[in-house]
């Protein structure tokens, strides 16, 4: 074995020890109040929460990466949730969510550039009945349809341009 490679093994031991001197269990609840206050987990506060627990900076980061609770880029001016959930999935959903994609041009758990949508994919919304259903902010469309996407869509671009 060189020395650089003992070296690095010794460093990556090092900080495989540190990720394991700090449980998730503080480092969850810290990213989640986190983003409450902001939206998102900037990498700031990150390091805030490194520095807080005495975790590395990347091992927060891996926790923060590992649940899809957090989001790590700042959500869109409107967010977008699809359900996914059975009723849904079964009248459809995958269709709306791919047409959601193409007309925003991202996937889940993105945003747009103009950053006016972020999307996501959720189990259930609890309002079954309406499958396939979806809610931007605190508007539920029901018994959605790929053909409806972008006008459900545009009446959100006309009042952005409108502002
Ligand atoms: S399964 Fe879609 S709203 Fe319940």
């Known amino acids: 074995m060189n020395e650089l490679s003992s070296s690095a093994q010794r460093m990556e031991a090092g900080e495989r020890a540190q990720s394991t001197a700090f449980s998730q269990g503080e480092i969850i609840p810290l990213l989640q ?10 990498e700031e506060q990150i390091d805030e929460v490194a520095a807080v627990t005495g975790a590395s900076a990347s091992a927060v980061y891996g926790v923060a990466t590992f649940y899809s609770q957090f989001r790590l880029q700042a959500p ?39 950053g006016l949508f972020s999307l996501e994919s959720v189990r259930c919304l609890g309002c079954c009945s309406l499958a396939p259903a979806m809610v931007i902010d605190d508007e539920t469309y029901g018994r959605v349809s790929p053909d409806r996407i972008s006008e459900i869509l545009s009446a959100y671009r006309k009042e952005a341009a409108n502002e």
């Open 33 to 42: 109040e986190a983003q409450e206050e902001c939206g998102f987990i900037s």
């Open 76 to 114: 869109g001016k409107h967010m977008i949730r699809v359900c996914e959930g059975t009723a849904c999935h079964v009248l459809g959903a995958k269709d709306v969510l791919q047409a959601l994609e193409m007309n925003l041009n991202i996937g889940v758990d993105e945003t747009t550039s103009d």
